[in-house]
């Protein structure tokens, strides 16, 4: 079964600094990976989605991901993290069950922008 | 743009009380889904459904059911309320099988229960 690792549960990060939230998966076949974020009281949105061709990914927003096949990542930056970029940020992966398609999520990342 | 609505954001329920929770999509999507959301725990998948009256277990399925009587409606049902089912439930929902692996999901926004 497929499986999500998000490290750091909280990052914070200086407005303009760079944005980086990690997220690590373990897979069987070539995936299709997810970044979702999640505003407070909010469901989730999908910033960026990676499928197949260039493994460098742009989503909304100015965040970008990069499918490393050989370390199993997909992590998430952003130049010059802005206020409203506060959020939780969730990593999933896809993966097949009992004949239909699902996404594995990560913990979450929370992320803090400090003035 | 497709639409996913939950149709209540914050319930408070009591103990032992039947809860529903709605879930209904105006995309003609197939598949749907139902999660929970917990501090440090992430989205943990409840039910799924990919047909109207076919369901099949998630990961945590204890102490829910759910109903798929029409393709765009998908209800959550907790039969016995508990304290421990206090949780954001979220209910999304992905396009049919040949578009659904890269699809990526749409959410409803989201149900905050509360049992009491």
């Known amino acids: 079964a497929q499986s999500v690792t998000q490290l750091g549960s909280h990052v914070s990060v200086s407005e303009g600094a760079l944005v980086l939230l990690r997220c690590n998966y373990s897979s069987s076949v070539p995936p299709y990976l997810f970044w979702y974020v999640q505003y407070p009281n909010q469901g989730l949105q999908l910033l960026l989605k990676?499928?197949?061709?260039?493994?460098l990914v742009k989503g909304i927003n100015g965040f970008e991901a990069e499918f490393k096949k050989s370390e199993t990542s997909f992590h998430l930056t952003k130049p010059s993290a802005h206020m409203s970029d506060a959020a939780e940020y969730f990593c999933a992966v896809s993966d097949l069950l009992r004949g239909t398609y699902k996404y594995i999520f990560g913990t979450g990342t929370r992320l803090k922008v400090l003035a | 743009d497709v639409k996913v609505t939950q149709s209540s954001r914050y319930l408070v329920k009591r103990t032992g009380e039947k809860v529903f929770l709605e879930c209904v999509q105006d995309?003609?999507?197939?598949?749907m889904f139902w999660y929970r959301q917990d501090p440090g725990l992430g989205l943990r998948l409840i039910y799924f459904s990919y047909d109207v009256k076919m369901k099949e277990k998630g990961d945590i399925p204890e102490g829910y059911s759910v109903s798929r009587e029409k393709k765009e409606r998908f209800s959550l049902i907790l039969e016995s309320a508990s304290t421990n089912q206090t949780s954001m439930y979220l209910c999304?929902?992905?396009?049919?099988?040949?578009?659904?692996?890269?699809?990526?999901?749409?959410f409803g926004s989201g149900t905050r229960l509360t049992v009491v």
């Open positions: 999304a929902s992905i396009p049919p099988r040949q578009g659904a692996f890269s699809a990526g999901y749409t």
């Open positions: 995309m003609d999507h197939e598949n």
């Open positions: 990676y499928t197949t061709g260039a493994t």
